[in-house]
């Protein structure tokens, strides 16, 4: 029997994560032998439960969610330069007793657009909603992407604006919603998306074949899904950067990006 490697998912809460599922059949087709198991760990045993983790040769990696992803970039290992530029750790790997820490949820949106959508950002106008972890990991990647313009519209106007001048000097960011050319992307990039709170945007510029993606997902049609359902036929939930950002952690802690069209489907067909 090959060895078994330990990983997991810490956030609070947890139960319902779909990552155990996800990474159980990426390791599956990879015959990779792993333990995945979610973890509810409050604020003050954040540390303490990393130190512990890793304190058994067979701990591989972590995933780290809301709300940790902050307090994990201040973790004593080594942080690449996007993880610590974002202040956001999602994925820590283990390797010759050191932490690698990473973020994987920018390159995880991107992948899917680009692969599952055959979207591409160049010249493109983009909205993102949101100004959190998960808006400035999308943010860092599609600045590098020579995106048109770039507007965040956020509950709290000044961290919207926080990120405009942090990234202005990457992209053309402003917080003025588009007033001439439509959207070619709207990201809903708030947790507001799975309780209900979400408010539909007025006097918003769309086209027919705007993109409409909510980092949310769920068995049902998400409020943001089903404000958008009348404006395009391009809405999408987030279950595909849930892949995709699972499939780069799991090449982080094993060097192989596995395949994530099945899992993809599976996770769709427990919609029907
Ligand atoms: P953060 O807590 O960092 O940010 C939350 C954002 O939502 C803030 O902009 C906040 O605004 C806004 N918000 C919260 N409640 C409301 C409300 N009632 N009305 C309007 N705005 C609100 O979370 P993350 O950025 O990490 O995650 C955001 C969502 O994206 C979560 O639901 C998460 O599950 C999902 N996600 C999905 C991923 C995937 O792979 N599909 C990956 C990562 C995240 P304010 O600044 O005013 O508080």
Redesign the pocket.
């Known amino acids: 029997m090959s060895k078994k490697y330990k990983l997991g998912v810490l956030g609070n809460p947890i139960e319902h994560s779909l990552s155990p599922f996800i990474h159980s059949r990426f390791a599956r087709n990879e015959n990779i032998n792993i333990e995945y198991l979610p973890f509810k760990v409050s604020d003050s045993d954040f540390e303490l439960f990393i130190k512990e983790f890793f304190t058994d040769n067979a701990s591989k990696g972590l995933n780290i969610t ?2 940790h ?1 902050n307090k994990a970039a201040d973790l004593e290992g080594i942080i690449s330069n996007e993880a610590k530029y974002i202040n956001a750790v999602n994925t820590i790997a283990s390797n010759k007793n050191s932490l690698f820490l990473h973020t994987t ?1 920018g390159i ?1 949106f991107i992948s899917d657009m680009q692969n599952n959508k055959s979207f591409s950002f160049m010249n493109k106008n983009v909205l993102l909603i ?6 400035e990991s999308i943010l860092y990647r599609i600045a590098k992407e020579k995106t048109s313009q770039i507007s965040i519209l ?3 106007k000044s ?1 919207a604006d926080r990120l405009i001048r942090k990234y202005s000097n990457m992209a053309q960011v402003n917080s003025d919603l588009e007033s001439e050319k439509p959207y070619d992307l709207i990201v809903n ?7 209900g ?1 979400f ?1 539909p945007i007025e006097n918003i510029l769309t086209k027919k074949d705007t993109h409409f993606y909510d ?3 769920s068995l049902v049609q998400t409020p943001f899904c089903r404000w958008a359902s009348n404006k395009s036929d391009k809405i999408f939930d ?2 595909g ?2 892949v995709f ?1 699972a499939a780069h952690s799991f090449n982080k802690w094993f060097s192989v990006f596995p395949e994530t069209q099945n899992v993809i489907k599976d996770l769709e067909a427990m919609r029907e």
Do not use: V
Not at 130 to 135: E, L, T, V, Y
Not at 189 to 195: H, I, Q, V, W
């Open positions: 809301l709300p992803k949820d995880g949101g100004a959190g972890a998960s808006a956020n509950r709290t961290k990039c708030s947790s507001a998306g799975l309780t709170e408010k980092l949310n997902y987030g279950m950067m849930l950002q």
